[in-house]
């Protein structure tokens, strides 16, 4: 099956994890966090969140790509950092011969998912990702939520209804 | 003398200016309005906005990109998308061999240096940008502001206190 990548984008850490379906199951493939130099001005950081999400691209070749919808921010202007982090992001997903399907989820819809409230704590969140994907250690906190919304989409993918993303500006 | 990029972002029109310092004066290179399809959903619009961005890059080398921190949204969702388009613009001026430097400047600092009274309608801006670059014609409202926005970097590069892109989420 093709490979499903998980995004959690962010200036300063974007979480990435690629799982794909093994039968019923997730299968784990891969995760990580990419921290840009944090002394770098945002350009260069946004750079850097690019390419490393477009080699990641290159290396597993996703069909489908879940990102977190995410937004608890509280203010215009860090909608307006997180936003660009996404849209360096998204940009490296979109540049390839193949550009994927991408869909988006709000975090409650991720954690739905994960525990079916919508109010887990973060920790459990790490938690369920490590049990569901039968891996010998927790993965990063970053890393962890882009599992998530990895295997949100994998669960939901079955269900009518989904999120694309979408607005104007 | 290296060119300028002037670029004003935004999910369904982004605008692009290029100029350069010639003696004492500026000239104009080259202008022109991104505009990916309204109906595709964001992920292709900010492809397309990459994939343009990019290619001008690659035309014009510039080493010095200047844009908008443009900042009238009222909302934080409207916030959210546009970072997504000045991410995606911002990737591919960053993704490049020589990385340029890039400097942001507010709405206010670049009709200042366009009318010497920060309140400039933009019809007035498209009218100080084609006459100081000599221009046969007004150029479209957002390749105009592009144009502006990097006029103003050519005449503040010599003043101190520059302002760069910067930000945390």
Redesign the interface.
């Known amino acids: 099956m093709s490979p499903i990548l998980g995004l959690d984008p962010?200036?300063?850490r974007t979480g990435y994890g690629v799982i794909e379906r093994r039968g019923g199951t997730p299968r784990f493939l891969a995760c990580g966090v990419i921290r840009p130099d944090a002394r770098s001005?945002?350009?260069?950081r946004?750079?850097s969140?690019?390419?490393e999400v477009r080699s990641v691209m290159r290396q597993w070749e996703p069909a489908e790509v879940a990102i977190e919808s995410g937004?608890v921010?509280r203010?215009?202007?860090?909608?307006?950092?997180?936003?660009?982090?996404?849209?360096?992001?998204?940009?490296?997903?979109?540049?390839s011969p193949r550009?994927p399907q991408?869909v988006e989820y709000s975090p409650r819809q991720v954690k739905l998912s994960m525990t079916a409230f919508g109010g887990a704590e973060k920790s459990q969140v790490q938690k369920m990702v490590t049990l569901l994907l039968a891996l010998g250690e927790m993965p990063a906190e970053d890393a962890a939520d882009a599992l998530a919304v990895a295997l949100c989409h994998l669960f939901r993918a079955r269900a009518p209804g989904l999120a694309?993303?979408?607005?104007?500006?």
């Open positions: 962010g200036s300063q001005p945002l350009p260069e946004l750079g969140i690019h390419r937004f921010h203010n215009i202007r860090s909608a307006l950092v997180l936003g660009q982090a996404r849209g360096a992001a998204l940009a490296a997903v979109m540049d550009p991408v694309t993303v979408g607005g104007e500006a």
